[in-house]
């Protein structure tokens, strides 16, 4: 390097500064935020616009509950959630915060001191999912909640999913809004989905899943209508069931519009650390 020239010396400065921005969590949790609040704005899909980070890996809570809004179905619900990791971190823990009835299954124990259940008002079933025992699973919890019918279900077990889908609306299970994560590395119009082992254990690669188009072929058969993909991570996909499909007329009738490439970069830090207690509080207030 020329000593006597300024420029190589700046870069390198400025490469130093960019260096240690990356570094700090704080600024890159800011930078990321601000890129999705962009993201959200852009979308051609209005409904983009509403994601809000609460209980949720990051912007899927906003949008669930304008769906719900839109097709009046805030108050009273009962909700359905496969893969919960460890209770702290889901798509239905807000709707618990609403006072809905619900079950979890998951293959954790949970965080919080909700393991036992509460009664009517929610219940956990700590099992593997495999397609012999999810009909038996979701049946047993509906009895136990008192309820005969699901308004919400979500769907994240890093697999199997499309499968499980399939069966859960091939039976009774017909929820308003089914919420299920995609494999957002295909884009529209390729179709794909893993083959169905009741092992399946995600290695962190890209074998998980299906792709929107998949998805969107197979709940099509249902009648249901996409609606939206989150725009921070492009991995969860919304769907409608088609009767409040009115209720969505400004939401791109093209899949292109709909769809978010994947954006997999996760906060560090959002907001104050979710504590045990104040999860445990919702519950109690059930």
């Known amino acids: ?29 800011l930078l990321l935020y601000d890129e999705t609040r962009k993201a959200q704005l852009a979308h051609p899909n209005p409904l983009n616009a509403f994601g809000k980070k609460c209980f949720s890996q990051t912007d899927e809570d906003g949008i669930t509950i304008e769906i719900l809004r839109r097709i009046g179905c805030l108050d009273n619900g009962t909700y359905a959630e496969y893969g919960v990791g460890d209770g702290t971190e889901n798509n239905t823990l807000i709707l618990a915060a609403l006072g809905w009835r619900g079950f979890w299954v ?37 009895q136990r909640l008192e309820r005969e019918a699901i308004d919400v279900i ?27 994560e995609y494999n957002a590395k295909f884009p529209p119009p390729v179709e794909f989905e893993i083959a169905y082992d009741p092992k399946h254990v995600w290695q962190g690669d890209d074998y998980f899943g299906a792709s929107l188009a998949g998805f969107v072929r197979e709940f099509h058969k249902f009648n249901y209508q996409l609606v939206c993909c989150n725009s921070h991570t492009g991995a969860n996909a919304f769907f409608v069931d088609s009767a409040y499909a009115n209720h969505f007329k400004d939401v791109p009738s093209d899949l292109d519009s709909i769809y978010v ?25 059930l």
């Not at 490439?261 to 509080?281: C, D, N, Q, W």
Request: aromatic fraction near 8%; glycine fraction near 6%.
């Open 1 to 29: 390097m020329n000593i006597h020239d300024p420029i190589p010396t700046l870069r390198q400065r400025l490469l130093n500064i960019e260096s240690l921005l990356c570094e700090s969590s704080d600024t890159r949790d």
């Open 106 to 142: 998951g293959g954790e124990t949970l965080r919080p001191d909700i393991n036992d259940g509460r009664g009517n008002n929610f219940q956990y079933a700590k099992e593997w999912i495999t397609l012999d025992n999810i009909l038996d699973i979701s049946s047993q919890c509906l």
């Open 154 to 180: 979500s769907l994240d077990l890093d697999g199997n999913d499309i499968h499980f889908m399939r069966a859960l609306l091939e039976v009774v299970h017909r929820p308003k809004l089914f919420i299920v």
């Open 261 to 285: 490439g994947p954006r997999y970069a996760l906060y560090k830090k959002f907001g104050h650390p979710v504590s045990m207690k104040t999860i445990e509080r919702i519950f109690d207030l």
